[in-house]
C-alpha cells in the first residue's frame, strides 16, 4: 500500500481542463487500486456534483489548512502535514510542487500539461509569465519525476527548460466515462427542448481564448456553401476574447447561425454525440480532453495539425492548419458530404480512442508511483 499525497485546489475548483484532469486520474486510481490510502490537499472546497464523490468517498482524505495563509500552506506549510499522514509520495497535478519536499524526503511527481505561456507569452501578462516560469521550472528541476501528458509537451520541456528525456514519462489523460455512453433518441428530444438546439449543428467546446481559434471557426462558417452551412453551437465560456468574437458576429450579421449555451456536465455528452461534426483547430494544446470526449462519442473531428493535436486524434480526424479557415471549411464539407470519408473517421477516432479508457492509463501511472516511491517501501522523515 502507498500513502499518496495530491495537490487537489483544481480538483476541488477547476471545471475544466486541469480540474478534469484532476478528477479522472483520482477517480480511476481509486477504482482499480483502492488498497493504497488517498490525501487530497486544497486551500479551498467547492461544493457540486463534480466533487461529490471526492467528498463524501471514504477512499479519499480530504485537508485543508488549519490556519494562516493558504497560499504558505501550499507552498511551504504542507510539508508538516504530509509528515504528519506519512505521505510517501506527492503528485502535483498541475505544474507544481511545494517547496523543500526533497529536503523532507518525500518523494514526488509533478503533472506538466502545456507549456502555453512560453509557446505564446504575447497572450499572458508580464508578471504571469515570470510566476508561471519560476513555478514550472522549481517543479521541473526539483521533483523527482516528471508526468507529460503528451509526447509533444514533453519535447516542450525539454528544449524550453532543458531537462533528461529519462526523467519524464508520457502518461495520457482519459475523461468522464460519462462520455463513454450512447444517449437514447428520447434523450437527444429532451436536450434539444432544454436548449434550444437547431436539428443538425457543429459544435466546439471548451475555454472561449485566442488560443482556441474560434474566430477561425466563424470565418470559416462565412466560406461554406449553402448546402454546408450548419449553425454552430459554441459550448463555453470567456472573457475579452469571446466579447471580440461575439462582436464580429453581430459586424457581420451571423446571430442567426452561431449558438453560444451553457450546458451541465451531464448533458454534455448528449450535445456532442448529436454534433454533425467537432471542431477543434487549436493553435496549441498539451492534449485536449474536448478532443478524447469527441472521439469516444463517435463524432467526427476537425482539428489541428499542430503540437500535441495529431497524436490525440491518431488516424481518426481531419487535420487542418488552423490559421487558414478555408482548410476548415473543406472539412467541415467533406465531411458533411462524404458518407463513406465521414463513417472512416468515426471508427478510426473510436478504436483510437480505446487507448485512453481509464484502467490501462491508471495502471501506468500506478506504475510509476510504485517506481518513484521506491516499492511504498520508505517513510519521509518528520520535519522538525
Not at 495530491?6 to 488498497?35: C, H, I, Q, V, W
Not at 504530509?82 to 510542487?97: D, N, T
Not at 500539461?113 to 514550472?136: T, W
Not at 503540437?307 to 479557415?325: F, K, T
Amino acid at each position: 500500500m502507498l500513502r499518496i499525497g495530491y495537490d487537489a485546489k483544481r480538483l476541488f475548483n477547476n471545471f475544466t481542463g486541469l480540474g478534469n484532469y484532476s478528477r479522472t486520474l483520482l477517480a480511476n486510481l481509486s477504482e482499480y487500486y483502492p488498497d493504497n490510502a488517498y490525501f487530497l490537499y486544497s486551500p479551498k472546497i467547492t461544493r457540486n456534483d463534480e466533487t461529490h464523490f471526492f467528498l463524501n468517498s471514504a477512499l479519499f482524505n480530504v485537508h485543508l489548512p488549519r490556519r494562516g495563509s493558504s497560499s504558505y500552506w501550499r507552498t511551504i506549510g504542507i510539508r508538516r502535514d504530509l509528515a504528519r499522514h506519512k505521505v510517501q509520495l506527492f503528485h502535483g497535478l498541475s505544474h507544481e510542487i511545494p517547496l523543500g519536499l526533497d529536503k523532507a524526503k518525500i518523494r514526488s511527481i509533478v503533472t506538466i500539461h502545456d507549456l502555453v505561456f512560453e509557446r505564446f507569452p504575447e497572450h499572458y501578462p508580464f508578471i504571469d509569465r515570470k510566476i508561471y516560469s519560476l513555478k514550472f521550472r522549481y517543479a521541473c528541476r526539483h521533483a523527482d519525476h516528471i508526468v507529460a501528458i503528451s509526447e509533444s509537451t514533453k519535447r516542450d520541456i525539454i528544449e524550453l527548460y532543458g531537462i533528461s528525456p529519462e526523467k519524464i514519462t508520457v502518461i495520457y489523460q482519459s475523461c468522464h466515462e460519462r462520455y463513454m455512453v450512447e444517449k437514447s433518441r428520447k434523450t437527444f428530444e429532451g436536450l434539444r427542448r432544454r436548449y434550444h438546439l437547431p436539428e443538425e449543428y457543429l459544435l466546439t467546446v471548451g475555454s472561449i481564448t485566442a488560443r482556441k481559434n474560434l474566430m477561425g471557426v466563424i470565418r470559416a462558417l462565412e466560406l461554406l456553401p449553402e448546402s454546408s452551412r450548419l449553425p454552430l453551437v459554441v459550448v463555453g465560456r470567456g472573457g475579452r476574447y469571446r466579447a471580440k468574437v461575439q462582436a464580429f458576429i453581430q459586424k457581420n450579421r451571423l446571430e442567426n447561425l452561431v449558438h453560444f449555451i451553457d450546458v451541465s456536465f451531464d448533458d454534455l455528452p448528449a450535445v456532442y454525440q448529436k454534433a454533425s461534426a467537432f471542431l477543434y483547430p487549436s493553435f496549441y494544446e498539451g492534449f485536449g480532453i474536448p478532443i478524447l470526449e469527441a472521439l469516444f462519442s463517435k463524432t467526427p473531428v476537425i482539428t489541428s495539425n499542430l503540437s500535441s493535436l495529431p497524436e490525440a486524434v491518431g488516424p481518426g480526424a481531419h487535420l487542418v492548419d488552423p490559421h487558414r479557415p478555408e482548410e476548415i471549411a473543406a472539412g467541415i464539407v467533406k465531411i458533411l458530404s462524404d458518407e463513406a470519408y465521414r463513417q472512416g473517421l468515426i471508427s478510426a477516432g473510436y478504436a483510437h480512442a480505446q487507448q485512453f479508457r481509464g484502467e490501462p492509463l491508471a495502471g501506468k501511472m500506478m506504475d510509476l508511483y510504485v517506481q518513484v516511491a521506491g516499492g511504498g517501501n520508505a517513510e519521509p522523515e518528520p520535519i522538525t
